[in-house]
């Protein structure tokens, strides 16, 4: 279990070997999987147009909020699924150790944001949770949404803020390396990263449903 936690662990800017449009695919499947759960989520609308000039304090606290909801999202799908006890061996590992890594991310974004943090939302995962293919499908796509997000708002991001969100999106990369390896697929696809633009990952984070409200 070890030696396959650390291979996972020692892939680098893991990615999906195909476009945006695949991962969609992807998220899709994990709605239809969960049932009614995309029928009752809600649309994040009315997100911040992030990036839209040069980086600053105001626009940094944006980026960092649109990010917090983010590992909300990872925090509580992997605890979900932890809690729900349909995983075992490596990929139980995974899950418990990522679902520890979000919560701290969580914890770091919040410390960051202070009293301008935004709450966290009301999540629900219906079946991608309790299907062990279901959820390391679901898996890959959220890890690698996260990480296209970061890199899309890294150039919008001030120096110092850009160097603390450097060192969660580098353990982003190494969490959808290794559910990748965990599922038999190439850990490090490509040799570079496509980013993401802010409507990009809320269309895709709007196909899954899991956000209900907030």
Do not use: C
């Not at 293919?133 to 890294?154: C, D, H, M, P, R």
């Amino acid at each position: 279990m070890r030696r396959q936690r650390a291979k996972g662990e020692e892939q680098l800017d893991g990615r999906a070997d195909a476009t945006a449009s695949s991962r969609e695919q992807f998220l899709a499947r994990a709605i239809v999987a969960g049932g009614a759960v995309a029928a009752g989520g809600l649309l994040v609308a009315g997100w911040p147009r992030l990036g839209t000039a040069a980086p600053s304090a105001a626009q940094d606290a944006k980026i960092l909020n649109f990010a917090l909801l983010l590992e909300y999202i990872e925090a509580g799908f992997y605890s979900d699924a932890v809690a729900k006890g349909k995983l075992s061996g490596d990929l139980l590992d995974f899950a418990t150790t990522v679902r520890d890594h979000e919560r701290a991310h969580v914890a770091f974004l919040k410390g960051a944001l202070g009293n301008s943090a935004r709450r966290k939302p009301k999540l629900d995962f219906g079946q991608t949770t309790s299907d062990p293919k279901t959820f390391t499908s679901a898996a890959i796509s959220l890890e690698e949404t996260v990480v296209a997000a970061y890199n899309g708002q890294a150039g919008n991001l001030t120096k110092p803020t850009l160097a603390q969100a450097a060192r969660i999106v580098s353990v982003e990369a190494r969490h959808a390396a290794w559910i990748r390896a965990l599922a038999g697929k190439d850990p490090a696809p490509n040799a570079t990263d496509k980013p993401d633009t802010a409507s990009q990952v809320q269309a895709d984070i709007n196909r899954t449903g899991f956000v209900q409200s907030g």
